[in-house]
């Protein structure tokens, strides 16, 4: 424990007020300086685009704590540019990149005694978010914007970390073909919570969604894009216009053919097809790795490496993926940004 009452070691993916944010407004066409307040809640018009339309978007990324006390972001330059596929989507102003990372630098700095100590696998969670504001009734584009960064210090966010969990497959959809499953816009997720309720009443720690056309291929789950690992040792993740260009993943792909000389592939990921893969997971910023013990689907649950035990090629993926974040193994170029 700490004079902050925060037990680091035990921390799960929850709301901890710190102590500021970054709050900036886009109106008449450009963006003021921003500043840091200490209000956590904001004050809208009753007719906001985003509390009607769900015009608005949002991104996470985490500040690591190194052995040395130092802090860094791992690619944050990829979460602003994501941010901005976002903002075209639903027709909303650019965000500089520039402008999105001295936001999160800001707030680490800001709220520099919750990032968590190195060694406890917690780390400081920045949420920037870009909401429509003003009046606006009608349907169209709002007319001005509020993006602001918060931040929490968080642990795991599928209960047990580095244990596998099960997911079971969701009826519902996500994401329609042509629709904004690219994108990460909170409608998205509004539609998926359902699926979510319905997979933890039924014991699972998250649902599984499949492509909204056919419905017989893997998209994503839960909030995280999937990734196999086949029998001769390939790493396999899903490709398809409706899957959220997950940053884990792609690291992942780079990690696993750089640093394990592994084949890579994004391709069709078949849920019948499943016996193909020795190991999978999940990955993500909130859910790094987490190992996927088995995926039920109607009556039939199919286990991959174990339901209880990690599989050795996940979790060497995964040792080099937070040794990288954590500044324990080396970086490809471009990958760690000092704060
Ligand atoms: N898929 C969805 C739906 C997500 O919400 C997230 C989380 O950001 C991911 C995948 C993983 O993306 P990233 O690795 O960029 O955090
Ligand atoms: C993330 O991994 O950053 C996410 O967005 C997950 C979130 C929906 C909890």
Not at 233 to 260: G, Q, V
Request: with cysteine; glycine share 10%; proline share 6%.
């Amino acid at each position: 424990m700490n004079n902050l009452n925060i037990d680091w070691n035990n921390l799960g993916f929850n709301y901890i007020k710190t102590d500021y944010r970054y709050i900036s407004i886009w109106e008449n066409g450009e963006w003021d300086n921003g500043k840091l307040v200490t209000d956590n809640t904001l004050s809208i018009e009753e007719g906001a685009p985003a509390l009607h339309y769900g015009q608005q978007c949002f991104e996470g990324l985490k500040a690591y704590r190194t052995k040395d006390g130092s802090i860094q972001l791992f690619r944050p330059n990829k979460n602003a540019e994501r941010m901005n596929q976002s903002c075209d989507r639903l027709l909303m102003p650019h965000i500089p990149v520039e402008k999105f990372i001295d936001a999160c630098v800001q707030v680490i700095k800001a709220n520099e005694k919750f990032v968590p100590p190195y060694g406890t696998g917690a780390t400081l969670y920045l949420r920037p978010f870009l909401i429509g504001v003003g009046d606006n009734i009608g349907l169209k584009p709002a007319s001005k914007f509020i993006f602001s960064v918060f931040c929490i210090p968080v642990g795991p966010y599928f209960k047990g970390g580095m244990k596998p969990v099960n997911f079971l497959v969701s009826d519902y959809d996500r994401a329609a073909p042509n629709g904004t499953g690219a994108a990460k816009v909170g409608g998205n997720y509004a539609g998926s919570l359902i699926a979510q309720k319905k997979a933890k009443a039924n014991g699972f720690a998250d649902a599984i969604f499949l492509d909204p056309a056919t419905h017989t291929k893997i998209e994503e789950v839960g909030s995280a894009n999937f990734f196999g690992i086949t029998k001769d040792n390939k790493f396999i993740t899903p490709l398809s216009p409706s899957i959220l260009p997950s940053i884990t993943k792609y690291s992942l792909l780079e990690i696993a053919k750089d640093y394990f000389n592994m084949e890579v592939s994004e391709e069709d990921v078949f849920i019948n097809d499943l016996d193909r893969f020795s190991e999978a997971g999940a990955c993500g910023t909130a859910a790094v790795i987490t190992p996927i013990g088995g995926i039920q689907m109607g009556e039939k649950l199919h286990v991959f490496y174990s339901e209880t035990e990690v599989g050795p090629i996940t979790k060497k993926l995964y040792d080099t993926l937070i040794g990288i974040q954590f500044g324990d193994v080396k970086a490809p170029e471009g990958w760690i940004y000092k704060v």
